[in-house]
């Protein structure tokens, strides 16, 4: 397996789990993450090698990345595993994954890149290099079918991981926090360039809203390894704030939570399953918004809206999200109740539909690809 990135990591933990109950003797290795090594996996390279952020980024590592996959290639075909699972990451994996099935080595991918938002042409990619797609939405199977690559719907495995209802006066208690004051959580994101580009913003709408609304707290959840990288930011734009930075924690943040402010991206999906309303944004370094800002085939990038098909949440992208403008939309949420509870109604729904025993649902998909060898 190979899963890059704190997301990647957390889905692949979760299929572990559901492969490890079909296939008790099974033994995983790759590069991955400690949600996989928890399950067991044995990791030849750390998932965060593979945390690149836009163009400019993987430009500039490329030849690191280029270096690991070449060697986890060779390493891979001699040790000739019984299928490969590639984890998301596919300008990583889908090059690893048609060197693998060239040599004979059966190869699945799980979660389908979104071509259905953009760069549709990477689907001609993909039936060179897998044998099977698992897919985390039920709209995705009938693409790839169309152009004959074998895919299943296994649904999301953090719809059956998140309950349906999350109180929140438990995890305000873990987090010290007042149980009646209204909370704001705020996630700018898990790799160290989206918190580069992206966290000053988000900190200095704290310090807008802390001005505006002296009973507002704010939980603000960073992936482990990356504090060093906050605290001085926290210091600078927000210092008077009553913020607290968190090891990791995110899903007690977002249970805590009323709102959150929070960057595109898995995350938001996540806050989806929580209930939670949110503001969406996501800024990019000036070349890589450059070359993105046009490639798009849809007019949302926040995945509860492209499973909405609607806006249900607001996007602020690149310029548009200044502090400002995103202090005045998670206002908007908190003094409309109304429109909380609508789009709480929302993503109950969106819930529901996702829930499928995804590691058993993933468990069996593998299975037929190991008896079709």
């Not at 199977?141 to 006066?169: C, N, R, S, W």
């Not at 200044?322 to 109304?338: E, M, R, T």
Request: proline share 7%.
């Amino acid at each position: 397996m190979v899963a890059g990135e704190a997301s990647g990591d957390l889905l692949a933990g979760l299929l572990l789990g559901g492969l490890k109950q079909r296939f008790p003797g099974m033994s995983a290795f790759g590069i991955g993450g400690p949600k996989m090594a928890a399950q067991g996996f044995d990791a030849w390279w750390p998932h965060h090698k593979l945390s690149v952020f836009g163009f400019v980024d993987a430009l500039r590592h490329y030849r690191e990345l280029s270096g690991i996959r070449d060697q986890l290639g060779d390493r891979l075909l001699a040790e000739r595993p019984d299928v490969f699972v590639g984890v998301d990451a596919p300008d990583f994996n889908f090059g690893l994954e048609r060197r693998l099935k060239e040599g004979g080595i059966r190869t699945v991918h799980f979660v389908s890149p979104s071509i259905w938002a953009w760069r549709g042409g990477r689907i001609d990619k993909i039936a060179r290099s897998t044998d099977h797609v698992l897919c985390l939405f039920p709209f995705e199977p009938e693409l790839y079918q169309a152009k004959g690559i074998a895919a299943t719907f296994v649904g999301h495995p953090l719809a059956d991981t998140i309950p349906m209802e999350a109180p929140k006066a438990p995890a305000r208690a873990a987090l010290g926090l007042t149980a009646d004051a209204p909370v704001l959580a705020v996630l700018p994101g898990s790799r160290r360039s989206e918190i580069q580009h992206i966290a000053p913003a988000f900190l200095q709408t704290v310090a807008v809203l802390a001005r505006q609304r002296p009973d507002m707290q704010f939980v603000m959840p960073v992936v482990p390894g990356l504090r060093d990288m906050v605290e001085p930011m926290v210091r600078e734009h927000c210092p008077d704030a009553p913020l607290q930075v968190l090891d990791g924690r995110s899903h007690e943040a977002l249970a805590a939570c009323d709102v959150t402010l929070i960057a595109s991206g898995t995350a938001t999906l996540e806050a989806a399953l929580f209930k939670r309303p949110m503001v969406i944004a996501y800024r990019l370094g000036w070349m890589s918004w450059q070359l993105m800002r046009h490639m798009g085939y849809l007019p949302w990038v926040g995945l509860p809206n492209i499973l909405a098909r609607d806006f249900v949440v607001p996007e602020r992208l690149q310029d548009a999200a200044s502090p400002q403008q995103l202090a005045q939309d998670c206002l908007a949420w908190f003094d409309q109740p109304a429109r909380m509870e609508a789009v709480q109604g929302r993503f109950a729904e969106m819930h529901n539909t996702l829930r499928r025993d995804t590691g058993r649902c993933a468990s069996d998909a593998i299975a037929k690809v190991l008896e079709s060898r």
